[in-house]
């Protein structure tokens, strides 16, 4: 059944018995996790009316049962915090999109996602809408450079967190958030407003920062943190040599990555 | 086969193009600065004549030559993590319109069967990293090209080979100059992905 379900050019009949038990089965499961995570939202909501999942076909499915109004969903509603509303309608719509997505979805990509993790099942998902849909173009761009960047920083060893910093350093978190403000250290504020930090600044052989990159850091001040890691992390002359300017630091050739940054973006020959 | 310049290379032997007053070329320039036009001596470039001078304005026959020789260098040679820019330096970014106000002579290296003069595309791909500049052929020809006052050298992008790019030296010619938007434009986003399947963050 779910083999069948999988494909995306053979739709469902939801009429088939067989398929409505399974249907019925998968989405008292993703209310279970809704209720798991937000108990107050999916009340105060009334699930039964609220949450809408489409079949491949367009039509709306509910869940069959509607959820009566219980004692802390009338306690939440007597908060009025749109907050709070906004986030259960936000998970609702999600679910919604995401079931649509996983509709179309053909069996590999099924698979693929299913061993992928969280971060990229949902850019997974993404990217299939943004396939199917017209989009608009900076959505379209801004997710596919997010995925690159996410990959070219992994490959480098990806991004630690301001308590890793720390003891590394041997200095408090507070003195490695005011390192990152003054721009002495590379970092990123990620949506939940933590800083996170490229693996590869560190000299890890020898407890500190690598030798020469605090040179660099003065001179492109004015760069924004994905620029700079970009600049340290591509390829400058690909054609002859697979150097980026992060290796020939590593060298010891600092003069020449500052070289590279005085043009890095300048239209030259 | 890329070569030096030799004394037999003279303008009526090698391939000398007038490029036509009012024509329009693009330039790609950090919007901090008064003006694009901006002659660079810097070894790091390809066309600076052997001692620095004169510096050389690098401009490109369209928008997407000009994106093709500054934000989306070497693309043909990028792994796909690598193709992207943060959308707040584009925003920091101009494409200028620079109009050369008078006709310009220049040694053309786009025309056809280079090989007649004994020169060849190689030359766009002189690079030697070990070597300071990194440049064997290329300064040589730029100060070969002074010599013969000829205003500069016209090329093709090694970035997108069917792109022009013209190096023009600082030797007085009057430009106009004008600013096209910043390369968060949609025009230039268009561009970026479309012809360089580029992506922002």
């Not at chain 1, 049962?65 to 999600?94: I, M, P, Q, S, T």
């Not at chain 2, 330096?89 to 053309?108: A, I, S």
Request: aromatic share 8%; with cysteine; proline share 5%.
């Amino acid at each position: 059944m779910i083999e069948e379900m999988n494909q995306p050019d053979k739709r469902v009949d939801q009429r088939d018995p067989e398929f409505q038990e399974d249907f019925d089965r998968a989405l008292k499961q993703v209310e279970a996790v809704l209720r798991l995570y937000y108990p107050e939202e999916v009340d105060a909501l009334k699930v039964g009316e609220t949450l809408k999942v489409r079949n491949p076909d367009g039509k709306i499915l509910t869940t069959g049962e509607e959820v009566r109004r219980g004692a802390k969903a009338k306690r939440a509603r007597a908060k009025g915090v749109k907050a709070f509303r906004a986030r259960a309608e936000l998970v609702l719509r999600g679910v919604e999109a995401i079931s649509r997505e996983v509709g179309h979805l053909p069996p590999d990509s099924v698979d693929r996602l299913l061993r992928s993790s969280d971060p990229r099942l949902l850019v997974g998902l993404a990217r299939a809408s943004l396939e199917d849909t017209p989009i608009d173009r900076m959505e379209r761009m801004t997710l596919r450079g997010a995925e690159r960047f996410q990959k070219l920083i992994e490959n480098a060893g990806g991004l630690v967190s301001s308590r890793w910093v720390s003891e590394f350093l041997g200095v408090s978190e507070e003195a490695v958030r005011k390192r990152a403000q003054r721009g002495s250290l590379i970092a990123r504020r990620t949506a939940s407003g933590d800083l996170s930090f490229p693996r590869f600044q560190f000299d890890e052989g020898n407890a500190r920062l690598l030798p020469g990159l605090s040179k660099l850091l003065t001179e492109t001040e004015s760069w924004e943190p994905e620029e700079l890691t970009r600049f340290l992390l591509v390829r400058h002359e690909p054609a002859s040599s697979d150097d980026t300017p992060l290796t020939l630091i590593q060298r010891g050739e600092v003069d020449r990555v500052l070289e590279l940054a005085q043009v890095y973006m300048q239209q030259r020959a | 086969m890329a070569r030096f310049p030799e004394d037999t290379d003279t303008l009526e032997s090698l391939p000398v193009t007038t490029i036509e007053s009012n024509t329009c070329f693009y330039r790609v320039n950090g919007m901090q600065y008064n003006s694009a036009i901006y002659f660079s001596a810097s070894p790091q470039n390809r066309w600076t004549p052997l001692g620095g001078s004169p510096g050389v304005c690098y401009m490109a026959g369209s928008p997407v030559g000009a994106l093709a020789e500054s934000v989306c260098r070497n693309v043909a040679r990028l792994d796909e993590s690598e193709m992207f820019s943060s959308l707040a330096e584009l925003k920091k970014l101009g494409m200028f319109e620079l109009v050369l106000r008078n006709p310009v002579t220049v040694l053309d290296l786009t025309v056809a069967h280079l090989g007649r003069y004994r020169l060849d595309a190689t030359i766009l791909g002189d690079y030697d990293e070990s070597l300071s500049p990194p440049y064997k052929f290329s300064p040589a020809w730029a100060s070969h090209a002074v010599d013969l006052k000829l205003a500069g050298i016209l090329y093709r992008s090694r970035h997108k080979i069917d792109e022009t790019c013209l190096g023009l030296f600082d030797v007085g010619t009057d430009i106009f100059e004008g600013v096209h938007g910043t390369l968060d434009d949609d025009q230039y986003l268009e561009i970026l992905e479309d012809e360089f399947m580029w992506g922002v963050i």
